[in-house]
């Protein structure tokens, strides 16, 4: 009996290939998808000319950008001193006037540096250390072209030094600062106001 239901069971499965099997659907694309699939059966790779054109392009781009560039930013470094200058200056004539104490400013054109102190006796010792002193020095590609003032020539080598009296007043100074490319600006300061005027031209005292 369990051999007879055995086989029974197995006539009884259907064969897969009498099952009926589902009729194919057209798959049906939009306007813009089979658009993209004819670009994407079109589309080859570059070809050695092509690539060689766009790299001979590149490198006469960066032929004539490159200079430019780093005019901008020579440019730039001399504007950035410049500025730099232009707040020391007004940081030390506001210090004289709050402590009601002279100061100096002093400007080594040699080294490219400037430093500050109060106005009073030193020993010959204490004066050669100034690199403990507050300020800074310029840039590798910015110099102190020269620098004068109301009662002493132009001076452009050595050490130039400013005096402020303890009201804030200094004399009126130009300072002349240039970068490798011979830009200038001219740093007119004013003996009574804070303000320095800056200046992308030579400009001489009059």
Same mark, same amino acid.
């Given at each position: 009996?369990?051999?007879?239901?055995?086989?029974?069971?197995?006539?009884?499965?259907?064969?897969?290939?009498?099952?009926?099997?589902?009729?194919?659907?057209?798959?049906?694309?939009?306007?813009?998808?089979?658009q993209?699939?004819?670009?994407?059966k079109?589309?080859r790779?570059?070809?050695?000319?092509?690539l060689?054109?766009?790299?001979l392009?590149i490198?006469?781009?960066?032929?004539?950008?490159?200079?430019?560039?780093?005019q901008a930013?020579v440019?730039d470094q &001399? %504007?950035?001193?410049?500025?730099? @200058? =232009?707040? !020391?200056?007004?940081?030390?004539? /506001?210090?004289?006037?709050q402590?009601?104490?002279p100061?100096?400013?002093?400007?080594d054109?040699?080294?490219?540096?400037?430093?500050?102190?109060?106005?009073?006796p030193?020993?010959?010792?204490?004066?050669?250390?100034?690199?403990?002193?507050?300020?800074?020095?310029?840039s590798?590609?910015?110099?102190?072209?020269?620098?004068?003032?109301?009662?002493?020539?132009?001076?452009?080598?050595?050490?130039?030094a400013?005096?402020?009296?303890?009201?804030?007043?200094?004399?009126?100074?130009?300072?002349? &600062? %240039?970068?490798?490319?011979?830009? @200038? =600006?001219? !740093?007119?300061?004013?003996?009574? /106001?804070?303000?320095?005027?800056?200046?992308?031209?030579?400009?001489?005292?009059?």
């Amino acid at each position: 009996p369990l051999g007879v239901g055995k086989q029974q069971h197995e006539q009884e499965q259907p064969d897969p290939e009498d099952m009926p099997q589902p009729s194919p659907h057209p798959v049906l694309f939009s306007p813009a998808c089979a658009q993209m699939l004819a670009h994407t059966k079109n589309r080859r790779g570059f070809t050695l000319l092509e690539l060689v054109i766009v790299c001979l392009l590149i490198t006469i781009s960066l032929a004539f950008s490159v200079p430019s560039l780093r005019q901008a930013l020579v440019v730039d470094q &001399l %504007a950035a001193s410049s500025r730099r @200058v =232009i707040a !020391l200056i007004r940081e030390v004539r /506001l210090l004289a006037a709050q402590e009601q104490q002279p100061y100096l400013i002093h400007f080594d054109l040699d080294r490219k540096k400037i430093w500050y102190h109060p106005d009073i006796p030193k020993s010959e010792q204490e004066k050669e250390q100034t690199t403990s002193l507050p300020g800074f020095q310029l840039s590798s590609s910015v110099r102190l072209q020269d620098i004068q003032t109301g009662t002493t020539e132009k001076k452009r080598t050595g050490t130039v030094a400013l005096w402020i009296n303890r009201q804030g007043y200094m004399e009126q100074t130009i300072l002349h &600062l %240039a970068d490798e490319r011979d830009n @200038v =600006i001219s !740093l007119v300061i004013s003996p009574f /106001l804070s303000t320095i005027k800056a200046h992308d031209t030579y400009i001489n005292l009059e």
